[in-house]
């Protein structure tokens, strides 16, 4: 059963950062995708960043620059954290993110951006960037 529990968020100005965390039970499959959507007020959730198991990353282009996704393996207990550090906020930014993850075909270009890729979502968690 993959779990996947988030952290971060919050309250920032345009301009600052924040950094979102999550733990995702994922490695003991052999090859996966995790990564970051965010749903604002009235829109359709989106794909952010994305990272597969070999460490290779894909971003949506308004964030390319300003985010960085990057994962932690540590321990071999199956887990790894995940982390989504946000610089150059704005408030267009502002949403719900949600840690997702599914299979390794859920990073393929055709693939990441796209709710439906995803088999496993986080709670989710806001982030309020005010200009």
């Known amino acids: 059963q993959v779990q996947l529990v988030e952290s971060g968020g919050g309250s920032a100005e345009a301009g600052g950062s924040l950094t979102l965390s999550c733990v995702a039970s994922v490695t003991m499959y052999s090859s996966y995708c995790v990564g970051w959507l965010r749903q604002a007020p009235g829109k359709e959730r989106e794909g952010v960043a994305v990272i597969d198991s070999d460490g290779v990353t894909t971003y949506e282009d308004s964030v390319k620059g300003r985010f960085t ?63």
């Open 69 to 131: 996704i990057s994962k932690d393996d540590g321990k071999d207990d199956g887990k790894t954290t995940l982390y989504l550090q946000m610089s150059s906020l704005k408030p267009d930014d502002t949403a719900i993110y949600y840690c997702a993850a599914g299979g390794s075909t859920s990073c393929r270009e055709d693939a990441w951006a796209w709710e439906q890729s995803y088999n496993y979502w986080g709670q989710g968690t806001q982030v309020t960037v005010s200009s």
